[in-house]
């Protein structure tokens, strides 16, 4: 077996050991090869910063095929017709839409998704945070991501949207089933109890649909409703999907960047105390947390266009191109000294949220609840450690710990 062999089998997704801790076996694939075909999942993958980004802008790739070609004309099943309610929740996303339709659906979220209705949030953004705080101040010890990152991400996306803030724990089941979906390894059973929570999150983002248009409340949701571009509107079924992907997606990314990036500020006191004495700022802490232990490790693109070459290597119409961002946002021909945690590296060009077309539309938002969350954290508990050694939830495309117990001095 050769060196690339031996590296290949160990970027092994149900392996422990490989969960809490892919970057060795990332950065050997990395420093052996920039691309490499994985017979596991049938993808080519790609391993380096230069690489990944270039693919992320590359429109020889696409999210889907389906608008080009059908399943048959690239060698594909197509999606499962079992998971009927998860495949109408993808219908629509931004996340999975190629232009034309991409074009047209970015451009009418953007006219009600605008900087100036995320600048507004600032004020109850600090309002949830400081809540939750206050109520974690009240304990020796607490768990940073279910008594304060869980449920302050999605009131912050709740009340952008306007969604009842007592529906978040329902909103929150159904975004945890929904996101294992997208797994390298999902069983029968993950993937029943997501297109459940499709299904009951359709419904109930349908229900709330109506409600907005009985009862316009000038929230983004309501805006959605509403929104028209030179006559064009969006349909129930684009609203409904795009309601869900900005709760998920935006949920997701800011519990997991906030305990995966306190894990590392936890473990690198030195790192910590600069924040604590503002050394450096909150915003350059959170370009770090987005780098270092990146909260998505994977996103993938079709191969759309014959002829095209990737990594310089030669890939056919219907490939799928798998992108390991975790690798990539260690590539030392990018990032210097990049295994090294640094708060000061204050470096936003990373591709923590993607690039390209689907650059993610949600990046100023998590950004403002991010820096928030340090800047309120640091000021309140200078002295928080860990409690104990916090595990990963047995995933790799979502990278996330499974809780995070403080000590709060």
């Not at 605008?114 to 004020?123: E, H, K, N």
Request: glycine share 8%.
């Amino acid at each position: 077996m050769s060196d690339l062999d031996r590296f290949i089998a160990a970027f092994d997704v149900d392996n422990p050991a490989f969960i809490a801790d892919p970057y060795p076996a990332l950065d050997a694939l990395r420093e052996a090869t920039p691309i490499f075909w994985n017979e596991a999942t049938g993808q080519w993958m790609l391993t380096r910063f230069e690489d990944v980004s270039a693919a992320l802008k590359n429109r020889a790739l696409g999210r889907d095929y389906a608008h080009r070609y059908t399943h048959e004309e690239v060698g594909r099943s197509g999606p499962d017709p079992e998971w009927t309610k998860f495949n109408e929740h993808e219908r629509w996303s931004l996340l999975c839409l190629e232009p034309p339709d991409h074009t047209r659906l970015r451009r009418l979220v953007s006219k009600v998704f605008t900087p100036s209705a995320v600048a507004r949030l600032g004020g109850p953004i600090a309002a949830i945070s400081d809540e939750l705080l206050d109520e974690c101040a009240g304990a020796e010890t607490f768990d940073l991501l279910a008594d304060y990152a869980q449920p302050y991400s999605v009131a912050v996306i709740c009340s952008l949207l306007g969604i009842p803030r007592a529906d978040t724990q329902l909103l929150l089941a159904w975004s945890h089933a929904i996101v294992k979906m997208y797994e390298l390894s999902a069983s029968d059973e993950v993937k029943q109890a997501a297109d459940k929570a499709a299904g009951e999150y359709i419904d109930y983002t349908r229900a709330l649909i109506a409600d907005k248009r009985a009862h316009p409340d000038g929230l983004l949701l309501s805006e959605l409703v509403q929104v028209e571009d030179g006559g064009v509107t969006l349909t129930e079924d684009e609203i409904i999907s795009t309601t869900m992907v900005l709760v998920e997606a935006g949920h997701e990314a800011t519990v997991n960047t906030l305990g995966n990036g306190f894990r590392a500020l936890m473990q690198h006191r030195d790192q910590w105390h600069r924040v604590v004495q503002h050394d450096v700022t909150p915003a350059s802490a959170v370009e770090e947390l987005l780098r270092f232990d990146a909260p998505l490790q994977m996103f993938e693109r079709w191969v759309l266009e014959a002829g095209t070459e990737i990594a310089g290597q030669p890939v056919q119409v219907g490939d799928e191109i798998a992108m390991l961002f975790g690798a990539a946002q260690r590539d030392p021909r990018r990032f210097d000294d990049p295994t090294r945690f640094d708060v000061g590296r204050n470096d936003p060009s990373h591709i923590g949220f993607g690039g390209g077309i689907h650059f993610c539309i949600g990046a100023p938002l998590a950004r403002q609840e991010l820096i928030r969350s340090v800047e309120g954290i640091a000021a309140r508990f200078p002295g928080l450690r860990l409690v104990d050694e916090p595990m990963y939830h047995p995933t790799f495309v979502i990278r996330g710990l499974t809780g995070l117990t403080v000590a709060t001095g």
